[in-house]
Each structure stands twice: as C-alpha cells, then as structure tokens.
C-alpha cells in the first residue's frame, strides 16, 4: 500500500519538479538552497498535500509551499540562530552563504552574471514576485501563493520590477570580475 | 496604449506572447514613454534569463529521502496493528456508554485561559514589530475594477472557497533578544501551520500597510496615554466605560477588515517578563463574523509542562511547537468542523511530534474545535486507543498528562492500562497520577488487585497513601483523614498528608467531605503553628473549604 501511495506520488510530482526547480532556482540563487527547496517542498507534500487535489491546484498548492519554506529561512537567516525545521540545532546554518557559488556562476554567460547580481540585490519577496510571474503564474495564483492582496501584490509588483532595473543599471556600471571577487566566500 | 495599460500587460500577460497588434501598440508607446520602456526591458531580461537545469539526479534524491519516511511510517503503523486490535475488543461498546460520564469531567486546559477580545487588542502602532520582509505599501495606481476585469477568468478552475485572515502584525511586550529569539521560532510556526491549511488565505499585513491605512480606519480607543499594555493594566477602564470600548473596538475591526478585503483580523501578542526568563506569554486574537475570541498561553524555554504540552528539545523547538499549536487553536477557533478533524489527524499521526498528538488529544477533549458549541466531542474508541499508545511514550512527563486524561476517559481498555500503569510505570509523579485516576474505580477486581500491592509495595509514599485510602469504603476514608489529623505524636506535614495528596485528584468522595469540629479546630492548629508555607496554605485552603461548606448549608 505504502509502494502504491509512493508510486502515486511520483507520478503526480514528477511534472511539477522543473518548474519548482526553476523557481526555486530563482528565489535561492545557487543550486544547493534551490534543491533543498525542492526537497523540502516534496517533503511537506509527501506529509501533508489535501488528497484528491487536481493537477491546477496542485501546481500553486507546491509553490505555496515552496515559497513559505523560502520566506521561513529567510526569516531564519535574519533573525538569528533558529533551529531548522527538523528540531536538530544545524551549527552550519549559519555558514552558509546564500550567495552563488563559483560553479553556479560557471553556469552563466556574462550577461547572465549581471542580471543574476541584480537579480539578488533584490528583497527575498521581491525576488519571489518577479521569479513567479516569470514562471508564468497570473496575479490570482500569486495572490493565492504569497497571500497579499492584490492591490498590494501590484503595487509591489511595480516596486519589485523598478529595483531590478535600479540594480541592473548598477550591475552593468560595474566590471564584473570585481563584483564577483567580492561576493564569492 | 498608455503607461497604465503597460502596467496592466506587465503586471497580468506573458510579454512574449502579445498579438500583432499589442506590440505595435506597445513599441509605440515605449517610444515615447522612457519609464515604461525602462520597465519592459527589465521584464525582457527576467523572461529571457536562463535557468540553469535542475540536476537529472535530483528526483531520485527527493524519493530516496522520503522512502524512509515512508517506511518508518508503515513498521510503526504495523506495530501499533497489534496494539490497537487487542484493545479495540477490550473497549467495545462500554466506551459509548461511559463516554458522557466521562467527558462532563473535563477541566479546561490550566495553561489556556480566555480572556475578554477587547483587552488584548492592541493597536498595531504602539509596540514593536519584528522586521517585516515584504517590503511596500503604495496603494495601485490602477483601479480596482479595471484590474479585475483582466485578471478574472471564469473559465480557470479555482480552490475550494477560502477564508481570508488578515493577520495583523504582531507586537511584543518587553522584548529582550532571548525572548525575540523564542517568538520569531513561535511566530514563524505559527503562521507556517496557518498558510498550511487549504480553506484559509492567510494575508499578512504590515505595519507600515497598517499605517498606511490609518487614514480611512476610526481611531483606536486603545491609543493615547494608555494604548502601552502597562499602562492600561495600570489604569484599567472604567466598567461603565466597557459598553463604549468594545463598540469602538468593533468599529475598528470591521473597517480593518474591510479595508484588507478579509473575513477575520488576527493579532499575535508575545509577551515576556522582566527578571522572569523563563515565563513567555502568547496571545492570539481574533474578530470576524463567526465572533472574537483571545487565546493565551503561558510557555517558556524550560517550562513546557506550562504550555499544556511535554514536548522534548531544544527552546526552539518548544517554541515551534507552541507556535504550531496556538495556529490549531485558532484554525479550530474559526472552522470548529475543520478543526475537530485536523486535532484527530495530528492525534492519529504517528508521524506527528509526541507533543502534539498530546496537544492535539487534550484540544480535542476540551471540545476547543466545537467551542462555540459548548458541546464536548465524543471520546470514540479509536481515539483512546490512540491514548493508549501515546501511553508508552518514553518521555515521563508525556506520560503523566496521558494517564491523567486516560483517568478522565476510564473506559474499559483505559482502566488496564492504567492499572498495568500503576504497576509498571518508573515515574513516581505519574505513577500518582495513575493511581489517583483509578481512585474512584477501585471496586474493579484489576484495579482493586493493583492496589493492594501498591499499598503495600510501591516505592513512593504518597501512591502507597492513596492506594490504601482508595481500598477503604467512603465511611473509611473519612475515618483515615480525621484519625490522621487528631494523631498529635505525628508532624505537622503528616497529619496533612491524607488531604493535601488526595486533593491532588478530583475526587469524588472529598467533594462531599465534611469534617467534624475536631478536626477542624485540629487544623486551624496547624495553620497557626506550622513553619512550613506548602502545610500552612494547605490548613488554611481546608478551612476556607469548610467555610464555604457552612455558608453554603440551609
């Protein structure tokens, strides 16, 4: 029965992991937070998904999530040393930097790199507004997914999308190698 | 096409995709309007940015690391088969039986005390909040109306209706960085379970959209001079003054509500006390149609039998699980059906943290889910059996609070393991516990066997006390007390003994005791004469008893 539940499950999440990779990949900025994002969005959808929840909902239900898990080790990162979810104290938490290591940035062609160092210059929530719309999620399923109003999810919408071209100005001020000598620990 | 328009394609399109038409429309506009192009290209550069590919290995990573989960799942529901089946025969059908008997008994969670809405209702201005993350609170610049014209298809499916709760920033009294610590772990739990659950939106305002919004909210009656928690404990409201308050209070609420566009306002309240570092006060408060309510607990880093819960770990992790179940609370609060399932699912989880399902079992007992009702809900055999289980629990004080709501159930099954309990059980507080539960069962031939050897063998002298009284019949037990009392050639504290142990239990025989002159000109002797506070207190509560008893008689 527990091999069925599993079997079900894969089928049901295997089409939703690239794009929950790519926004996680958006929201976290370098691959090692981005699968554990993933993971742990997978996780709580193991535990808790409502059953009989279709492929739509199904969809923003996972971004939910894993957007609360982004915005709750955000809140970890800033308020202090919080114990991580599973309860075990992780005296490496704090260790790590939430920057692109020098293999994500190998990924990225030059262009790529500037828009990535705006990209993370900006508010987490910022990041996550823009990394949605970019997945294609509509003001309704965003509004749902981050629990804002509309009225104020447009407004920072706007907000979000003036700050990236603030710092993608900055970004192509400055020469590259530089930035990236001072952001890579 | 102008600026709004723009803002509107931006805000609700896929750029890439527009018609013929809307491009023209667009590039002529960009030509003329340098912030919009400025905004347009910036969505280019997101649309165009490249993702990197997930690693091909990720999706086997992800489903090996919930195998175990899976696993662990299933060799403890197999385990738990052979526990449940044994004693589902044994509870059968007495449980629908004794289950009203039983269940009229229940005391209110001690750590949980209701308190009056309009009193923790703070305005949001007047204390610290934490960091908030969100970051605007500029009104839109296009209007309602039009936006919801483009954004609303009625051809997309939709969730199930939801319940919009405005959640308030929360504001903290005495806040030193210890106690900010324990309530960002409470908070950020406290609205993670929140967001979890499927019928709510849950809405987090800020306080500068609270701000924000002062300008078309009625002012609070809670601002001014007295708006500081302190002050206003300091110099209470009149009485008379309540009536007005809480009107305007309302008033306030609605029109928040009204403004966020949602069904309930939530507030959290954390509260910490200066040179006490080890006492937190939480306090949830909500208003909406369905009526407020304010929610307290009393927790801390090192006192986890305050919070109505035994969880194990870290203050942290205490912290979480605080936060976790003032959100259940709440969520109860709100939808009583949701509620009252979702207690019987964290009960019926073996996944679920032990301090939870302990939680979730004593929630659901007091009936919290179906409050408004003020019904309690029925004790059915699988959640005893559930009990039963949690009974095994290897932390000791999980252990006490089960057997003390075990006592309070005593069905059939829950009697066994009570009485097994009493035999086995190596903590002495619980093993009281335990033999004050089966106190007024003792007429049961298990339960009567387990006392005679407890009367005699246990290790604590406090069980042996309350297994030898508990053998006696009603004439007996009084005879003991007294006998003890007037024994001159023992301590103070002795002769006490027989009361101040057995009033730990809710007993049935010492609600109707009434004690001879005697006696009682033997106890005013002992609250004047003993040294010890813990002997005196418990003289002089006898006497306070005993005279109520008098003013109460015909």
């Not at chain 2, 309540?242 to 959290?268: S, V």
């Not at chain 2, 009702?373 to 004080?397: G, R």
Request: proline share 7%; hydrophobic share 40%.
């Amino acid at each position: 029965m527990a091999e069925n539940r599993m079997e079900k499950f894969k089928a049901q999440m295997e089409p939703e992991l690239r794009g929950l990779y790519r926004a996680a990949r958006r929201l976290a900025g370098n691959r090692l937070d981005a699968e554990d994002l993933v993971q742990e969005t997978c996780l709580q959808a193991w535990q808790k998904l409502p059953a009989g929840i279709d492929a739509g909902h199904l969809r923003n239900w996972l971004h939910r999530v894993l957007y609360n898990r982004f915005i709750d080790g955000v809140r970890r990162r800033k308020h202090g040393p919080v114990a991580p979810l599973d309860g075990a104290d992780d005296p490496t938490a704090e260790m790590i930097s939430p920057d692109p290591g020098p293999d994500d940035l190998a990924e990225l062609d030059e262009d790529e790199r500037t828009l990535h160092h705006a990209w993370m210059q900006l508010e987490p929530a910022q990041r996550a507004l823009l990394a949605l719309r970019a997945e294609g999620f509509d003001l309704v399923e965003i509004e749902e997914i981050m629990a804002i109003s509309r009225v104020v999810l447009r407004a920072r919408l706007h907000r979000a999308r003036r700050s990236l071209a603030l710092q993608l100005k900055e970004a192509a001020d400055l020469v590259l190698a530089p930035a990236r000598a001072g952001r890579i620990r | 096409m102008n600026c709004h328009d723009i803002s509107l394609l931006l805000d609700t399109r896929d750029i890439r995709r527009l018609t013929t038409t809307e491009r023209q429309s667009v590039e002529t506009h960009l030509q003329d309007c340098a912030e919009c192009a400025h905004d347009w290209r910036t969505q280019q550069r997101v649309l165009g940015g490249q993702v990197p590919a997930m690693a091909s290995d990720l999706p086997a990573r992800i489903w090996s690391s919930l195998e175990p989960s899976a696993s662990t799942k299933l060799t403890r529901l197999r385990a738990r088969g052979t526990l449940l089946l044994g004693s589902l025969l044994l509870i059968g059908a007495a449980a629908a039986m004794f289950g009203w008997l039983l269940l009229r008994d229940v005391e209110p969670e001690p750590a949980s005390i209701a308190m009056p809405a309009a009193i923790q209702i703070d305005d949001g201005k007047a204390a610290a909040t934490a960091p908030e993350v969100s970051v605007s609170n500029v009104e839109p610049s296009l209007p309602e109306s039009t936006s919801n014209q483009v954004l609303q298809d009625p051809a997309t499916p939709r969730n199930p209706p939801r319940h919009k709760v405005i959640v308030l920033p929360p504001t903290y009294e005495n806040p030193d960085a210890a106690a900010m610590e324990y309530f960002n772990a409470s908070y950020g739990a406290f609205l993670g379970e929140l967001r979890s659950k499927a019928d709510l939106q849950i809405v987090e305002v800020t306080a500068q959209e609270l701000e924000a919004a002062e300008a078309d909210l009625p002012p609070s009656p809670l601002a001014g001079p007295n708006s500081q928690p302190s002050a206003l404990a300091a110099n209470p409201f009149r009485e008379e003054d309540m009536p007005l308050l809480l009107a305007q209070l309302e008033k306030r609420e609605n029109a928040i509500r009204h403004h966020f566009n949602g069904e309930y306002t939530l507030r959290i309240k954390f509260v910490a006390y200066p040179g006490r570092p080890n006492t937190r006060e939480i306090v949830a408060s909500y208003f909406g149609p369905s009526g407020s309510a304010s929610m307290s607990s009393i927790t801390g880093p090192q006192l986890p039998g305050n919070s109505g819960s035994s969880s194990s770990g870290s203050p942290t992790s205490r912290a979480r699980d605080i936060g976790i179940s003032k959100a259940r609370e709440v969520y109860a609060r709100l939808l009583p059906d949701s509620g009252s399932s979702q207690y019987l699912s964290v009960l019926k989880n073996p996944l679920e943290s032990e301090s939870m399902r302990l939680n979730a079992l004593n929630a659901y007992l007091q009936g919290k889910a179906t409050s408004a009702e003020k019904t309690s809900p029925e004790l059915t055999d699988d959640i005893a059996e559930v009990a039963v289980e949690l009974s095994q629990s290897s932390n000791p004080q999980s252990r006490r609070q089960i057997w003390t709501l075990l006592g309070r159930t005593a069905t059939p099954a829950a009697l066994r393991a009570l009485a097994h309990g009493l035999r086995t059980e190596p903590d002495t507080q619980a093993r009281r516990n335990i033999a004050l539960s089966l106190f007024d069962h003792a007429s049961d031939p298990d339960v009567r066997a387990e006392f005679e050897l407890a009367a005699t063998a246990d290790t604590s002298a406090e069980v042996r006390l309350i297994a030898k009284v508990a053998l006696l019949p009603d004439s007996g037990r009084l005879s003991y007390i007294t006998a003890t009392l007037k024994d001159r050639s023992l301590t103070h504290q002795a002769r006490m003994e027989p009361l101040t142990v057995l009033r730990r239990g809710n007993l049935k025989f010492l609600s109707n005791l009434v004690l001879d002159e005697q006696s009682l000109s033997e106890i005013r002797q002992i609250a004047e004469e003993s040294s010890n506070a813990f002997v005196k207190g418990a003289a002089n509560s006898e006497l306070a008893r005993a005279a109520g008893s008098i003013r109460q008689a015909p």
